[in-house]
């Protein structure tokens, strides 16, 4: 299985991105998928998850409001939508998959390579 996120960038503060991750070499029932982010320094956080029928979503509570996850199962693909984006969003952003739904990086089993998101005051 493999994952490739995309759709990092730079960004003034207020501003948008929608990053993408696609999954490959995967047969049967899809994965729950999520978001991680590191920033310098820091261990990595979890962001935001979706389940496998995209009926479910979950949220760290600084992303509430502002970020909207999403999947599209024909396409193989995940999503992230993020809005009214602040300095402290500035981080590299992993996408990850498993079988079961978690908030810690460990609770996943395949991730992508990370895709550098910054955010200017």
């Known amino acids: 299985v493999q994952l490739q996120a995309s759709g990092g960038g730079l960004v003034q503060a207020g501003g948008s991105l929608r990053l993408s991750c696609a999954v490959s070499?995967?047969?049967?029932?899809?994965?729950?998928m999520g978001w991680f982010r590191q920033a310098p320094g820091k261990e990595r956080e979890f962001v935001a998850a979706i389940n496998r029928s995209a009926t479910r979503t979950y949220y760290t509570q600084s992303a509430k409001g502002r970020f909207t996850i999403s999947r599209d199962n024909a396409k193989n693909t995940m999503y992230l939508q993020m809005n009214s984006l602040k300095p402290e969003d500035t981080a590299v952003y992993y996408c990850?998959?498993?079988?079961?739904?978690?908030?810690?990086?460990?609770?996943?089993?395949?991730w992508g390579q990370g895709t550098q998101v910054t955010v200017s005051s």
């Open positions: 990850a998959a498993g079988d079961f739904y978690g908030t810690s990086a460990g609770d996943y089993g395949y």
């Open positions: 070499g995967r047969t049967g029932s899809p994965y729950v």
